[in-house]
């Protein structure tokens, strides 16, 4: 899938937001978002990206395909099932749940007991800072996993991470503290971090 077919079918399901007004992750603002769930509502599309990732990734020939949970996590499964399916052999997709505390994730006993020696793949939908990816990462090498690659559908920052991606798409933002949109546009509170920002900054007359 070439990049432009990989923004074509994300703006056609209305994934990609522009004109907006974020909350981001590390405290920082943006006018557009790239909104992944958009894509689950319509699984054979999410199943197309899972399969074009799989194929930009075949090299790497891992045992294991993981993401962030929530939604990388389904992504990843399809990236091990189509190279399952087309490398005729055995893949894992364990899973991870997301845990307060600064690990953020952990996976089950009965997934771990199968890591050693195997090598993983990491996958994002949309990756930023990699900081998820990493903290995925840091659990897997723990237990003996060997980290193969790490790919993401959409990279927002080529710059940082080594990710493969579909679609590098560099969309700006800035520290919230500098952001010229606070009190001109209503931030928008159906995606990104908007939660962390208004406990940090308790609404009064329904703004910004
Ligand atoms: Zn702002």
């Known amino acids: 899938m070439k990049p432009d077919d990989v923004l074509k079918k994300l703006e056609s399901c209305g994934a990609v937001l522009r004109n907006t007004h974020v909350a981001l992750q590390g405290r920082r603002h943006g006018d557009a978002y790239v909104d992944f769930k958009k894509v689950f509502l319509d699984v054979m599309l999410a199943s197309e990206f899972g399969e074009a990732l799989a194929m930009a990734c075949a090299d790497f020939m891992p045992d294991a395909v993981v993401g962030p949970p929530m939604g990388a996590d389904r992504l990843a499964y399809e990236v091990g099932l189509n190279l399952a399916v087309y490398q005729n052999r055995l893949v894992m997709s364990p899973y991870a749940e997301k845990i307060g505390g600064p690990e953020k994730f952990e996976f089950r006993p009965e997934f771990l007991a199968a890591f050693a020696g195997k090598k993983f793949l990491i996958v994002e939908d949309v990756k930023k800072t990699g900081d ?77």
């Open 132 to 208: 998820s990816a990493d903290a995925l990462a840091a659990i897997v090498t723990r237990h003996g996993g060997i980290i193969c690659g790490k790919a993401a559908v959409v990279d927002r920052r080529p710059s940082v991470g080594g990710f493969r991606s579909l679609l590098q798409l560099e969309l700006p933002d800035w520290p919230e503290d500098e952001c010229k949109l606070c009190g001109v546009i209503e931030l928008n509170r159906t995606v990104g971090q908007w939660k962390d920002y208004d406990a940090r900054h308790p609404r009064q007359g329904g703004q910004p």
